[in-house]
């Protein structure tokens, strides 16, 4: 496929969970995906986490989460948008073209875990923000660790 198809399905799953693999034809993995993304999103609070966050009150969204289900969203997230990267055929010739996607969730979720507690001189991120940079970070992480392997498994 195009390149530029898999950075509209990652574009897509960025934005919302599923969609990407709805363009790519997956219909009912898209529907378990656009389900699971509200379960989360629900149990989650992530909603009532994500305005305050958005409006500068941390603390209220720190207060609001469900941080039991918030775990689940950063590997559930980055899940989505690689399969549907992968099902846009992203990936298929590019050895360890999952790291990046990996250790961004497996980075993230440690960004949630410390999300409450996190500060830099009394400054909290909470659950939104501090995930979001831990994202980046293990996004870029994983960058470079397919980049070293496949220098020595070329």
């Not at 897509?12 to 219909?27: D, H, R």
């Not at 989360?40 to 209220?60: M, T, W, Y």
């Not at 996190?118 to 923000?129: A, D, H, K, L, R």
């Amino acid at each position: 496929m195009k390149k530029d198809k898999r950075i509209e399905v990652v574009l897509w799953s960025v934005a919302l969970p599923g969609v990407g693999q709805f363009l790519n034809n997956k219909y009912f993995k898209g529907a378990v995906i656009i389900f699971l993304e509200f379960l989360i999103n629900v149990q989650a609070r992530l909603n009532e986490v994500i305005l305050p966050s958005f409006h500068g009150d941390i603390h209220k969204a720190i207060a609001g989460a469900d941080y039991h289900w918030l775990m689940f969203y950063p590997c559930f997230y980055m899940f989505s948008i690689y399969d549907a990267y992968k099902d846009a055929g992203g990936g298929k010739t590019e050895p360890f073209a999952y790291l990046p996607f990996v250790v961004s969730a497996f980075v993230g979720t440690v960004g949630v875990v410390y999300s409450p507690i996190f500060n830099i001189n009394g400054y909290y991120f909470g659950g939104v923000w501090l995930p979001i940079i831990f994202h980046i970070i293990g996004f870029f992480t994983g960058l470079l660790f397919k980049r070293r392997l496949l220098n020595i498994y070329p």
